[in-house]
């Protein structure tokens, strides 16, 4: 399991410095949000390989809010970018 957490680790840190990339390259809202909703989601499925590669549900809860607060972020910003467009 190790090996696959190794393996796991080493693409959600390629993904990590791609998205921050991303963030520094692209100046308007829209793709600032797209990309720091992506950089949760990789912090989120790191925690998630955490969990599965030690075998401890203690972090599990707060994969679970965090993924919510997310969620709840992401559409909060659509619902401004829309109001803003109109």
Avoid: F, W
Avoid at 61 to 85: D, H, K, Q, W
């Amino acid at each position: 399991m190790s090996t696959v957490a190794l393996i796991c680790g080493l693409m959600l840190g390629a993904a990590g410095v791609l998205t921050t990339l991303h963030l520094i390259k692209h100046r308007e809202l829209a793709d600032r949000a797209i990309g720091i909703d992506l950089l949760v989601a990789v912090v989120l499925n790191a925690l998630a390989v955490g969990i599965a590669s030690q075998r401890d549900g203690l972090v599990a809860p707060l994969v679970l809010i965090n993924g919510l607060m997310a969620y709840l972020g992401s559409v909060t910003v659509a619902r401004y970018l829309e109001e803003r467009r109109q």
